[in-house]
């Protein structure tokens, strides 16, 4: 595209881009900037300001991300979901703050531990002047439309072209600011569905606008086959409320976070069974009564967990390991997940059935 697409785009962005907190002049904080594109991945940016703001409350630092243990910054990341980012984030504070200063060229960034190839070139963009351009599905979705490109969202071949249509626009203004006003516009005005084409700077060169078909492009992304799990959960709660949490183990889904204890239920297995042998890894023997059916969905997978909930005192349940606790489930101190809310909906108190309600106990 012509110099006059890009400065009608960057024009465009001076007035209207959202006043994000970790937007600031060139060149950028790189440990905002990371932080902020990490928090971004699969997350609604309404949810990722106050977490943005809040995280950095607790760590204002590279060097105090570094020094903090994994289940500081898990806890800090709760309710963002997608807790890999997370353990990755804590990972590169660590190599970043041990070498004693921050990688600025794109192939450094690219080889922190879960950087990627789009986080990459945005920071070294905004914080080091680079010239890889940060190509996100945003980009992408804009640069199909204004070539009419019919090849899928996520597809190799759409991110070399949306790439190539990024440094083009990015030649005529030699600013970094050109490739935020490309995420912001796919962002904000060329979106998923119903673009404001008549608000957009680059109308006068798009081909799909011109032909009035701008939801045909880019393809659709090819769906992600939907893994679906059965979980049993064991919700032991003392009588002042504490629960008892388990740290997933290294490996498993969610890894690294605090939940009641739970399993995998095989085929054909007995729930209730399968409960009992969970409450008496932590020595409880007493009844336990089945609650409500929980869903839940992490990435492509469908979880539908059945938890079954039984009152113990202090004295009757031992942790078993030292990655066992009990813990206040609506003040949690450690790393947990969304599901945590959604178990404890239906397994405190008033929530748990009474007993005469005809549900069996295990």
């Known amino acids: ?3 006059a697409s890009s400065r009608s785009l960057l024009d465009w962005f001076r007035k209207a881009a959202r006043p994000l907190p970790w937007r600031s002049d060139l060149p950028r904080d ?3 900037v990371l932080l902020s594109e990490v928090m971004a991945q699969q997350t609604q940016i309404e949810r990722v300001v106050p977490a943005y703001t809040a995280f950095l409350a607790h760590f204002p630092t590279i060097e105090a991300l570094a020094a903090a243990s994994v289940d500081e910054v898990l806890l800090a990341f709760t309710g963002l979901g997608y807790y890999r980012r997370a353990r990755s984030l804590h990972a590169a ?8 200063r921050w ?3 794109f192939e450094e960034l690219r080889r922190l531990p879960g950087v990627g190839t789009y986080t990459a070139a945005a920071v070294a963009a905004l914080c080091f002047g680079g010239s890889e351009p940060p190509v996100d599905g945003n980009v992408a979705r804009v640069a199909a439309r204004v070539g009419a490109i019919a090849l899928p969202l996520g597809s190799p071949a759409l991110a070399r072209r949306a790439r190539a249509f990024a440094a083009g626009l990015e030649a005529g203004e030699r600013s970094p600011l050109v490739f935020e006003a490309l995420i ?3 962002a904000t005005v060329c979106t998923p569905s119903a673009p ?3 608000g957009c700077p680059l109308l006068a060169g798009c081909a799909a606008a011109a032909a009035g078909r701008p939801d045909a492009y880019p393809l659709p992304r090819p769906r992600r086959a939907i893994e679906r799990h059965r979980w049993v959960a064991v919700w032991l709660e003392r009588t002042n409320g504490d629960v008892l949490l388990a740290r997933i183990a290294a490996g498993r889904l969610l890894a690294g976070l605090w939940l009641p204890p739970f399993a995998e239920l095989a085929d054909g297995s007995s729930p209730a069974a399968l409960a009992r042998s969970l409450a008496s890894l932590a020595g409880h023997q007493g009844p336990l009564e089945p609650a409500s059916v929980v869903a839940h969905a992490v990435t492509h997978r469908r979880i539908e967990v059945m938890p079954f909930v039984g009152t113990v005192s202090a004295d ?5 390991r030292s990655d066992w606790g009990w813990h ?4 949690p101190t450690v790393g947990t997940s969304t599901l945590l809310a959604k178990l404890r909906a239906v397994c405190s108190p008033p929530a748990l059935p009474r007993t005469g309600s005809g549900r069996s106990s295990a």
């Open 1 to 3: 595209m012509s110099a």
């Open 30 to 32: 790189p440990y905002r």
């Open 93 to 100: 504070a660590r190599e970043i703050a041990a070498a004693g």
């Open 103 to 105: 990688p600025s060229t």
């Open 184 to 186: 912001e516009l796919g």
């Open 196 to 198: 404001r084409c008549p």
């Open 316 to 320: 009757r349940v031992r942790e078993a």
């Open 328 to 331: 206040d489930p609506s003040r």
